[in-house]
């Protein structure tokens, strides 16, 4: 596994545990991560607060399936569990992200991620996420 992929996988570590401080230290102060469905946050700090509030309201768990390292880049796939805060129903959301990197620090994410209604989990349909090994509920 290379720097920058332990890097990210510290990174999701941290997330896990909720602490703002700790998350916003795997950023630049000028990171900036962006998501298909809502933000951008701008700035270490606003990122490190935003997913301390998806562990705190939703019980938020991140869990890094795949990744693949190049020069300043980091590619991965990812599963998050959390709790519906309306019916209290466990949810399962699948994603990728782009890391891009500058100076030891991620500067920009690029996060992907879609769920709905008719495809509540963000499945891959047709994949077999549980014969590879991907987490499942």
Known sequence: MGEKLDHVRA???ALNRGDADEVASFFTDDAVHYYTRLGPHRGAK???DHTKLAVEYIDGNWVLEHGIESENEVVIEWTMT???PESGNPRLD???EWLVFREGKICEV???HHSNDKNRSGDLLGFDHKARGYTTL
């Open 46 to 48: 606003s990122i490190g």
């Open 11 to 13: 990174y999701y570590d």
């Open 82 to 84: 959390w709790r519906d």
């Open 94 to 96: 699948r994603g990728t």
């Open 110 to 112: 690029r996060a992907y």
